[in-house]
């Protein structure tokens, strides 16, 4: 089955600054790969999501990278606000099929921007 | 609030007993799903409904566990003879493309 590793597991910026979370998978038919941002005692939201065939997407201070050779993916916030503050997690899936919704979630970063 | 619902948010109970929890998917999600999720860990995939029938079940989900869908609408996910290893936050999510939408959890706490 699949299997996602996500680094680091914790992440401390500076408000401004740029913060990266990677994730690495290993089922080279994922063609799926969303990031949810969960804070604490609520649910996990989508905030960014990228399908195979497109390298890159950006979605105002949000931007994730996929690079499907090497199998990895990477969650991209510029100029970081208190409010990022947060436990992220990056999933990966095939979908068609029965597949959908059928995600392998990273083991999360937690996020902690200091004013 | 138009998205998935869950109920109850929080569910204490002694070892041996059994709970049910129920989930409300978004009304135009014909596939609805039910993960785990452990302190510091992503959420673990259960198991996955389309309409009323479950595709698929998760090698996690013991003889203990069943989930239902009977009008695929509402789900229900009941744990039968709870352990302590049980103790988690049970999510539910349901979708109609590829973006999947969670539930606030339910917080199982075995004693």
């Known amino acids: 089955g699949e299997n996602v590793e996500q680094h680091p597991s914790t992440l401390s910026v500076q408000e401004g600054d740029s913060a990266v979370i990677k994730c690495t998978y290993s089922?080279?038919?994922?063609?799926?790969f969303p990031w949810y941002k969960q804070e604490l005692g609520k649910r996990p939201q989508l905030i960014i999501d990228i399908r195979s065939n497109v390298g890159e997407k950006k979605d105002q201070r949000i931007a994730v990278t996929l690079n499907k050779t090497a199998k990895h993916f990477s969650l991209h916030i510029t100029e970081t606000q208190p409010e990022d503050s947060a436990v992220y997690f990056c999933?990966?899936?095939?979908?068609?099929?029965?597949?959908?919704?059928?995600?392998?979630f990273g083991q999360g970063t937690i996020l902690t921007v200091h004013p | 609030d138009t998205g998935v619902s869950q109920d109850p948010r929080h569910k204490i109970t002694k070892r041996g007993q059994n709970v049910t929890f129920r989930c409300d998917p978004i009304?135009?999600?014909?596939?609805l799903y039910w993960y785990r999720q452990t302190l510091g860990q992503g959420p673990e995939f259960l198991t996955y409904?389309?309409?009323?029938?479950?595709?698929?079940k998760s090698r996690l989900l013991s003889d203990r566990f069943s989930a239902e869908r009977p009008k695929g609408s509402f789900s229900t996910l009941e744990i039968q003879r709870t352990e302590q290893g049980d103790s988690a936050m049970y999510l539910c999510a349901s979708n109609r493309g590829e973006k999947l939408f969670f539930g606030s959890g339910t917080q199982l706490s075995v004693l």
């Open positions: 089922d080279s038919a994922s063609n799926y």
């Open positions: 999933a990966a899936s095939r979908t068609g099929g029965t597949s959908y919704g059928k995600l392998t």
């Open positions: 009304s135009e999600h014909n596939r």
């Open positions: 409904f389309q309409n009323e029938a479950q595709l698929e």
